[in-house]
């Protein structure tokens, strides 16, 4: 690449009043004038925050990024943006996710960058900064910061968040003591680095290597790995070479890309928040992506990884056993992916995972002997999502994957936490658990409380598993027949708020059904009477959000944000 094509010249090339500006309050910090003739300006997009335990190990990886920058004759400046951490954030992480996307392009875009390093872990993390680098589409690399180590308890390996929904479902049943619980706590997150179980971020990491935006090897390898920091440091060097060689975000972010994710998802039994997620960053880079791709790329596709929370292992076997590229290469024999999409090491996806070698197949089973069968995410439809629904097949349990049953209606999370413990309530294991107002702008902001808990009359009696339907979304550690993303949404006006306790509702997984069986004359009269929960708050970026918030099946994005406007140079009327 000419160096007069190169972005950052806008501010550093100038002999004038700005260039001197720009050029001198670098050299604070001791950049001689060289760094700013012709070398590639790399920002480095650092989302560590010690609120985000998930990426307390980030200035480390951030170092070895800007010495690949280096290596390669590049001129590396790291930025913050807003962390998002589903552990500490209240309500939810995923309110902020449409803000972080909108820190993370208007930083990229504002400034001298010609090429981004994204540096990535908790799970919401991963889509907000994609999202963001897409609208602006430069030269991007994804750095994922890598699972924890394994938990273990009393020599059992435990995993983050299923086995924390377990245990606390054994803590409401009696069956451990609180010493038991907090004894737990301590024995599961023992290393710097994301969850450790499939969940979204792992699955996440997941969605980055096989859109090809990652770096071969980095779903998988352990945040505290020595070898997390050499991928780190290889991205460094690659992105230079990018921006030389003009590979922009939209020449990777294809279709085909995306097609490649959704079957990856499947095959590694990855959770349901991958849907909002790629659909928002696929309509950000300008694919119309929808639930109906979800649907017909997945259908009859197996899992072929035995990882919690569908399996019994957690990412460090997962890593072990060969990684993402071995599923990867299974999927590319059964001509399961497009070969020749793009990646960001200059090679095919093809190219570098056709020799992927799998050293634990009980861990990642091979396509001819799945681990489980028919995994990809089902999409449902039926008066009570008509814009649709999602399940997790694998997560479920096969003899409620076709149900009917009596609604047991919760109004709110308030509701649901007043009286699920209430051994008063009317409820069996037939009935079908809804949860309302849950979704993006009911919430706000579309928590992971789809997986409702079971009463504790029921746990006591061995029940682990009921049907359960809301608009929420629910973590991709969780397990269990849970419906989840129902659009419309309640607080929306979708028939979801129309559902009264002892109403009838269908499940039927394999014919793709969710019904309230009610006639449409009783909805027509519920509906007249139906009025809008009262706003969360009448100023402030809340207010933002629910005024302008997409529903679920258009990736919870913002409507002013859908599509991408490029890495326009910012007007300058010094």
């Known amino acids: 690449m000419s160096k007069k094509t190169l972005r950052s010249e806008a501010w550093f090339a100038r002999q004038d009043k700005m260039g001197f500006y720009y050029r001198s309050w670098l050299k604070n910090r001791g950049f001689p004038q060289d760094q700013f003739e012709g070398r590639p300006v790399i920002g480095i997009c650092n989302t560590w925050s010690e609120l985000t335990p998930c990426n307390s190990h980030f200035r480390t990886i951030a170092e070895h990024v800007r010495w690949g920058v280096l290596d390669a004759g590049g001129f590396p400046l790291e930025f913050p943006v807003l962390s998002l951490g589903e552990t500490m954030m209240r309500p939810t992480a995923m309110l902020f996710r449409n803000l972080a996307s909108m820190d993370v392009e208007e930083a990229i875009r504002a400034n001298p960058l010609d090429g981004v390093v994204l540096l990535m872990g908790c799970d919401k993390t991963t889509p907000s900064l994609l999202m963001g680098a897409s609208s602006v589409d430069l030269p991007t690399i994804g750095v994922s910061g890598g699972p924890m180590l394994r938990g273990i308890?009393?020599?059992?390996?435990?995993?983050?968040?299923?086995?924390?929904?377990?245990?606390?479902?054994?803590?409401?049943?009696?069956?451990?003591?609180?010493?038991?619980?907090?004894?737990?706590?301590?024995?599961?997150?023992?290393?710097?680095?994301?969850?450790?179980?499939?969940?979204?971020?792992?699955?996440?990491?997941?969605?980055?290597?096989a859109l090809g935006v990652g770096m071969p090897g980095n779903a998988a390898i352990p945040a505290v790995d020595a070898r997390r920091n050499l991928l780190a440091r290889e991205a460094g060097r690659r992105i230079v070479q990018m921006v030389r060689e003009d590979v922009v975000l939209s020449r990777v972010l294809t279709r085909e890309a995306f097609e490649n994710a959704i079957r990856t998802n499947a095959a590694i039994g990855g959770s349901t928040n991958a849907v909002v997620h790629l659909i928002a960053?696929?309509?950000?880079?300008?694919?119309?992506?929808?639930?109906?791709d979800w649907d017909r790329l997945g259908e009859g596709l197996a899992c072929l990884v035995n990882l919690m929370p569908s399996g019994k292992y957690l990412m460090e076997d997962f890593f072990e056993a060969g990684g993402l590229p071995v599923v990867l290469r299974e999927l590319g024999e059964q001509g399961l992916l497009h070969r020749d999409a793009l990646t960001v090491n200059g090679r095919t996806l093809w190219q570098n995972n056709a020799d992927a070698k799998c050293w634990k197949r009980d861990v990642i089973h091979p396509w001819s002997a799945p681990f489980k069968g028919d995994a990809g995410i089902a999409v449902l439809r039926g008066n009570l999502a008509p814009d649709g629904a999602v399940i997790k097949p694998s997560a479920a349990s096969p003899h409620l994957l076709r149900h009917s049953g009596p609604a047991v209606v919760f109004e709110s999370i308030e509701d649901l936490h007043a009286r699920i413990?209430?051994?008063?309530?009317?409820?069996?294991?037939?009935?079908?658990?809804?949860?309302?107002?849950?979704?993006?702008?009911?919430?706000?902001?579309?928590?992971?409380?789809?997986?409702?808990?079971?009463?504790?009359?029921?746990?006591?009696?061995?029940?682990?598993?009921?049907?359960?339907?809301?608009?929420?979304?629910?973590?991709?550690?969780a397990y269990g027949t849970v419906v989840l993303h129902a659009a419309p949404e309640a607080a929306a006006g979708g028939t979801l708020a129309l559902v009264e306790n002892g109403d009838t509702i269908t499940l039927d997984v394999p014919g793709r059904r969710l019904q309230l069986e009610v006639d449409e004359a009783t909805l027509a009269r519920r509906r007249a009477a139906w009025r809008p929960p009262t706003p969360h708050t009448d100023r402030g970026y809340v207010k933002l959000y629910v005024d302008h918030v997409l529903q679920a099946d258009q990736g919870v994005d913002f409507d002013f944000l859908v599509g991408r406007s490029g890495a326009r140079v910012p007007r300058d009327n010094h």
């Open 421 to 477: 413990d209430d051994d008063a309530l009317d409820i069996d294991e037939h009935s079908v658990m809804v949860l309302k107002n849950c979704g993006p702008k009911g919430y706000p902001g579309m928590a992971e409380v789809g997986n409702m808990p079971l009463p504790p009359k029921l746990l006591k009696r061995g029940i682990n598993d009921m049907v359960r339907i809301s608009d929420a979304r629910m973590s991709g550690t």
């Open 153 to 209: 308890h009393c020599g059992t390996p435990i995993g983050s968040g299923t086995n924390t929904i377990s245990m606390s479902e054994q803590l409401r049943a009696g069956a451990i003591t609180l010493a038991e619980f907090h004894e737990a706590e301590a024995d599961m997150h023992r290393s710097h680095g994301h969850c450790m179980t499939m969940g979204t971020a792992s699955t996440m990491a997941c969605m980055v290597e």
């Open 281 to 292: 960053i696929a309509r950000r880079i300008g694919v119309d992506l929808s639930l109906d």
